[in-house]
């Protein structure tokens, strides 16, 4: 008779030290471009990524990337939009293309035993579309309508600000979005920065994921090697952050104040940046953090407050993010130096830091379970040149930091001081 099981005694918690991801599948092309594919589940699913160098770091106009990401899908020499919106809503998928700060990306969510019939329309939105004056229109109307409404919240105007603060004025990333540049982009614009960023050239990936099989596999490879790519222009955006400030900013909204505050921080490559996103978790970076405990649970000045770190390719900036009642902007300012000043001063508790390490691994496992899950972080990744490798680096981290050296990355990176504080409301 099997020995009964001790329902009183909790299971040991195994903690991963590596992860096997050995079902990523990277080619490169008879053309060049890199192809990932992750086949991994027996459900009708597909998604295909496809990441292009035109986000906003690459306009020649401010706006430009958005506005053109948002037109892309509204006709090529076969199609109009109407018949490229029916098409893919009678094979039951989904297509959107967004451009974000470095990257565009167009996303495909579909039916794997669907994708054949949609391949062809997907082909020739990447190579042939139009931009017809009619849609850039409707377009910018739309575009000019939603921006105002942003202007109206406090969260979008602190953002603002504190991108320009950190970037500088002139900066792709750092300038204030106004509907005067909108107005200023024309049909050629358009097609100029499809032709170079978000037409498929050397600096492509395409990454696909879900029910593949050999016959998508084949599809794609065969679809995407016929292409004649163009070599990605290099291009540089020079940083001229401002001197680290206070600033707040009026709105119509003077009932709730939005407070942003931060400073410029290390990039991906750096080889502290793993165990600074250990810390910044610590700080902000999850649900139980000292942020939430402090602001939100005990004094109740918010719903929410998060720390990050946002890496942008060769540089990243570090930033704090909440919303409180405008009574409470002074008092929550003072406690966010004063947690920022404990991690200086103080070694991180042993219990403390065991949650937030079983919480990352945790996050890391969610990260690579199943290919859907995994496509989400490796796109993450590979816009860097790297790949899911980092997944067990980060593990290696994670079980290795103690709470001295974390005390020491505070010392180091965390000057409230030099951090620029942008209050709106």
């Not at 109740?300 to 540089?315: E, K």
């Not at 009642?325 to 103080?346: P, V």
Request: aromatic share 8%.
């Amino acid at each position: 008779m099997p020995a009964q099981m001790n329902r009183t005694i909790a299971p040991k918690v195994q903690l991963p030290h590596s992860l096997s991801l050995g079902h990523v599948h990277e080619e490169t092309l008879s053309n060049g471009l890199k192809v990932y594919t992750l086949d991994g589940t027996s459900q009708n699913i597909l998604q295909l990524n496809i990441l292009m160098p035109g986000g906003r770091f690459f306009e020649k106009k401010r706006m430009l990337a958005g506005l053109c990401a948002s037109t892309m899908l509204k006709g090529t020499n076969s199609k109009s939009a109407r018949e490229i919106a029916e098409t893919f809503d009678f094979y039951g998928a989904t297509i959107k293309i967004q451009a974000n700060m470095y990257s565009a990306q167009l996303s495909l969510f579909c039916l794997s035993d669907k994708f054949a019939e949609l391949l062809p329309l997907l082909m020739d939105v990447l190579q042939n579309a139009q931009f017809p004056e009619k849609e850039i229109e409707k377009i910018k109307r739309k575009s000019k309508q939603k921006l105002a409404v942003q202007w109206e919240k406090n969260s979008y105007i602190a953002t603002q600000y504190f991108n320009r603060a950190i970037f500088g004025a002139e900066h792709p990333f750092g300038y204030l979005s106004d509907a005067k540049d909108i107005d200023a982009i024309n049909r050629e614009d358009l097609l100029q920065h499809y032709m170079e960023g978000l037409h498929l050239n050397s600096k492509s990936i395409v990454l696909a994921a879900g029910n593949i099989g050999a016959t998508i596999h084949k599809l794609i490879s065969d679809s995407f090697s016929k292409l004649s790519l163009h070599s990605g222009d290099e291009h540089q955006a020079n940083i001229q952050p401002q001197e680290p400030d206070f600033k707040e900013i009026a709105s119509k909204n003077a009932l709730q104040s939005a407070i942003r505050i931060g400073m410029p921080s290390i990039n991906i490559y750096h080889k502290d940046f793993e165990n600074l996103q250990i810390l910044n978790t610590v700080l902000g970076g999850y649900f139980g953090s000292r942020l939430m405990s402090n602001i939100r649970e005990e004094k109740g000045y918010t719903y929410g407050i998060y720390s990050f770190l946002n890496p942008i390719m060769d540089t990243g900036y570090f930033c704090i993010a909440t919303e409180v009642g405008n009574q409470y902007k002074n008092a929550t300012i003072s406690e966010i130096e004063k947690e920022i000043n404990r991690l200086k001063n103080e070694e991180i508790p042993a219990a403390e830091l065991a949650m937030v390490k079983n919480y990352m691994i945790g996050q890391i496992m969610k990260s690579a379970d199943g290919p859907l899950s995994m496509i989400s972080t490796l796109k993450n990744f590979v816009i860097f040149g790297l790949d899911l490798d980092v997944l067990n680096k980060q593990l290696e981290n994670i079980h290795a930091i103690d709470a001295k050296q974390l005390q020491e990355l505070a010392q180091q990176y965390l000057n409230f001081d030099k951090m620029t504080k942008i209050v709106a409301g």
